[in-house]
T-cell receptor
C-alpha cells in the first residue's frame, strides 16, 4: 500500500496568491514525523517544514504552514504569497516510528508553477 | 554549518563499468542516508549509517551496490558492473538526533547516466 499519496501531479498559482499542496499518509504507528521538501530544477532537496504526530499545533515556517489533520491522515502544505522562486517540485515525506532506521518515505511529488 | 556535499555532481559511464560516489555530511551529523531518485519519482531509500555502522539496507540495494562509512564521517557508494537501469540521481542526506526533529538535510546529488 502506498504510504504517502500526493494526488496533484501539477499545480498552477498566480504570483502573490496562496496555494495548498495535498498530502495523505498511511501508517499504523502512533509516533511519526511528516516533512515537506522542495526540489528546484537544480536537484537539491531543500527542507521546508516538519510536523510531529504528537504536535498539537500546526507547524509554520515563514510563508510555509502545514495543515495537519491527524484523523484524516493528511498533512497539506500551504504556501502563502507565492513567489516566482517557489516554482519547483514539492515532496511530502514520512518517517515512521522512533525505533526504526529513520528513513524517509516520499510521495511522488507535485510540480508547482507560479505564474507572474 | 556547511551543508552536505556530494562528488561528483554528474557521472556518465558505460554499461559494465564501476562507479563510486562520495558524500560528506554536515559535520557532527552521525546519521547518513543514501537515496535514489528516478525521473518523475520521489527519492527511495537505499541505506542508512549511524556513525560507521550500516544499520539498514533496502531491497533496492542489489549485490552490485556497496556503501561504506569507514570512520563515521564521509561515505562512499559504489556500483559495480553498472546497468542502464542504474541511471538515476543518487542523493545523500545526514541528520543528528540531538537536534530536535532529526531532520534530514540533503546534498545536491550525483546524477548518473549509464550508456
Amino acid at each position: 500500500a502506498q504510504k504517502i499519496t500526493q494526488t496533484q501531479p501539477g499545480m498552477f498559482v498566480q504570483e502573490k496568491e496562496a496555494v495548498t499542496l495535498d498530502c495523505t499518509y498511511d501508517t499504523s504507528d502512533q509516533s511519526y514525523g511528516l516533512f515537506w521538501y522542495k526540489q528546484p530544477s537544480s536537484g537539491e532537496m531543500i527542507f521546508l517544514i516538519y510536523q510531529g504526530s504528537y504536535d498539537e499545533q500546526n507547524a509554520t515556517e515563514g510563508r510555509y504552514s502545514l495543515n495537519f489533520q491527524k484523523a484524516r491522515k493528511s498533512a497539506n502544505l500551504v504556501i502563502s504569497a507565492s513567489q516566482l522562486g517557489d516554482s519547483a517540485m514539492y515532496f511530502c515525506a514520512m518517517r515512521e516510528g522512533m525505533d526504526s532506521s529513520y528513513k524517509l518515505i516520499f510521495g511522488s511529488g507535485t510540480r508547482l508553477l507560479v505564474r507572474p | 554549518d556547511t551543508g552536505v556535499s556530494q562528488d561528483p555532481r554528474h557521472k556518465i559511464t558505460k554499461r559494465g563499468q564501476n562507479v563510486t560516489f562520495r558524500c560528506d555530511p554536515i559535520s557532527e551529523h552521525n546519521r547518513l542516508y543514501w537515496y535514489r531518485q528516478t525521473l518523475g519519482q520521489g527519492p527511495e531509500f537505499l541505506t542508512y549509517f549511524q556513525n560507521e555502522a550500516q544499520l539498514e539496507k533496502s531491497r533496492l540495494l542489489s549485490d552490485r551496490f556497496s556503501a561504506e562509512r569507514p570512520k563515521g564521517s564521509f561515505s562512499t557508494l559504489e556500483i559495480q558492473r553498472t546497468e542502464q537501469g542504474d541511471s538515476a540521481m543518487y542523493l545523500c542526506a545526514s541528520s543528528s538526533p540531538t537536534r530536535g526533529t532529526d531532520t534530514q538535510y540533503f546534498g545536491p546529488g550525483t546524477r548518473l547516466t549509464v550508456l
